[in-house]
Each structure stands twice: as C-alpha cells, then as structure tokens.
C-alpha cells in the first residue's frame, strides 16, 4: 500500500497556492515539500498542518493506492 498526495496538489493549484506558499503557512521545512512531490511519508503532525491551511480534510489531500496498481 501506497500513498498520493495527488489531490493535494490539485487542490493547490486550483486555490491557486504556491509550494512556498504551503510550506510557509503550514509551517515546515522545504523538506516535507520534497517528500509530498515523491509521495514519502510525512507526520501526522505535517498533514494536519495542510488540512488546517487548506481547509479541507485527510481524504482532501491523500489517497492510498494498492501497491499492484498501476
């Protein structure tokens, strides 16, 4: 199993939101950037960050995918 991070961006660009902009608001590291972009694992702690900035819930920003998907 899998994790995306697809919608998360979607929703970015149709908010029109910049990664900067994300990063600098939810208060992380340019790091946690990186790792949404290659769908790592970031903290609970950093998608409740994005949740409270996009005004959205989890399953707003993240999926899971079957790792046989593909």
């Known amino acids: 199993m899998a994790v995306s991070y697809k919608k998360l961006f979607h ?7 910049t990664n900067a ?3 600098q ?3 992380f590291s340019a ?9 790592g694992y ?3 702690e950093s998608i409740e960050s994005i949740c409270r900035v996009m ?7 993240l999926e899971f995918i079957s790792d046989n998907e593909g």
């Not at 929703?11 to 939101?17: N, V, W």
């Not at 790091?31 to 769908?39: A, C, E, P, S, V």
């Open 11 to 17: 929703m970015m660009i149709e908010k029109d939101m």
């Open 21 to 23: 902009q994300l990063q």
């Open 25 to 27: 608001q939810a208060g």
């Open 31 to 39: 790091n946690i950037i990186t790792r949404l972009k290659r769908n």
């Open 42 to 44: 970031i903290s609970l």
């Open 55 to 61: 005004n959205c819930g989890v399953d707003d920003i």
